[in-house]
């Protein structure tokens, strides 16, 4: 299985994000709000959640098919018991030329502090968090469950002193929210090796009542940071990078803005999404996915649920943000949530 998908656009499939839970332990408001997500919330029972066997099942075909990175993220994934031992068996799967494929996790660091070790130790490679504000007053409204900034950054540190790097930390800017946070994190996280992103806020999912006016464009961010720091631009690593760089002049380090509304990056788009139920979606503000947990289960052999993961790729014409950037965006249907999916 060495074959390297395009989809109806010509874009490959190189990226998988991998979501291992639904539950998260924070209330974003852009994410999970609590009105939403209380107590009566049904998630979904943990026998219909992949197990970590199934998961590096479908991991392994995905690299096969041409991933070459794979991304765990929920939900909270440190949430998920015994996240350790799913890292440690995906850090075991190879690309067709021999090559481990990229291991990383998305996590708001809550937990990180006292699983940084066993996540490294088992083969995690580097890994994204997010941080929505250094104010402690501002961070606790932004969670909405009163938890202390204080502990996230202890849990960044951690996952810094055991060598998991480089670590990037996202910021979802949301205007009348946030912004008043954006020098602080700059000037925070310079010249510490950790890598700042900011992410204009988005409309995932139904329930977070999104706004455009709420969105906080990059270009207004890049100016105002611009007006302290020396910026100069840096070119993407990867094809279908998603953050436009933006290096300190001084060697302080770098910093991204993520222009998901404003600049949409469609075209260059090469992820897929994995749902904790085991629905291959093709775009994060899908409406529906390919339900692959039902081939795992119904003892089908590798070369079939290729087969299936091929045949959806091939029909892949998603392209969201560029449509809603034009005022063609379709809304008849309900998109799934991003506590779902993955961001």
Same mark, same amino acid.
């Given at each position: ?157 951690? &996952?810094? =002193?055991? /060598?998991?790097?480089? %670590?990037?930390?996202?910021?979802? *800017?949301? !205007?009348?929210?946030?912004? #008043? ?65 933006? &290096?300190? =002049?001084? /060697?302080?380090?770098? %910093?991204?803005?993520?222009?998901? *509304?404003? !600049?949409?990056?469609?075209? #260059? ?75």
């Amino acid at each position: 299985m060495s074959t390297h998908l395009l989809d109806a656009l010509g874009r490959p499939l190189r990226d998988l994000r991998i979501s291992v839970t639904d539950r998260c332990n924070f209330r974003c408001s852009y994410c999970m709000p609590k009105q939403v997500f209380d107590k009566h919330y049904e998630f979904l029972p943990h026998k219909e959640l992949l197990t970590f066997e199934e998961i590096t099942r479908l991991a392994r075909v995905f690299v096969g098919l041409g991933v070459r990175k794979l991304r765990l993220t929920g939900g909270e994934p440190l949430l998920r018991r015994g996240l350790e031992d799913l890292v440690a068996m995906l850090a075991e799967l190879r690309t067709p030329e021999g090559s481990p494929a990229d291991l990383t996790l998305t996590t708001n660091a809550s937990l990180l502090a006292r699983k940084a070790a066993a996540l490294k130790a088992a083969g995690l490679q580097r890994l994204t968090v997010s941080l929505d504000g250094l104010d402690d007053a501002v961070f606790q409204r932004m969670n909405d469950v009163g938890f202390p900034v204080a502990e996230v950054l202890a849990g960044i540190e951690a &996952a810094q =002193a055991v /060598g998991l790097a480089p %670590i990037k930390v996202n910021m979802v *800017v949301k !205007r009348g929210a946030n912004e #008043d946070q954006i020098l602080p994190m700059v000037r925070h996280f310079k010249g510490t090796g950790v890598r700042l992103r900011f992410i204009e806020y988005m409309d995932v999912g139904a329930t977070n009542g999104w706004r455009m006016d709420e969105v906080l464009p990059s270009g207004e961010i890049l100016a105002l940071l611009r007006r302290e720091f020396d910026l100069r631009a840096v070119a993407a690593d990867d094809p279908g990078e998603t953050a436009e760089r933006f &290096a300190h =002049a001084d /060697g302080g380090g770098e %910093i991204g803005l993520i222009s998901s *509304v404003t !600049r949409a990056f469609c075209r #260059d788009c090469n992820r897929a999404r994995l749902s904790t139920e085991g629905k291959l979606y093709t775009c994060l503000f899908a409406h529906r996915g390919d339900d692959l947990r039902g081939l795992l289960r119904s003892r089908a052999d590798d070369a079939m649920i290729a087969a299936a993961v091929q045949a959806v790729w091939a029909r892949r014409s998603d392209r969201y943000s560029e449509l809603r950037g034009a005022g063609q965006a379709p809304v008849a249907e309900r998109k799934i949530e991003m506590h779902y999916i993955g961001g």
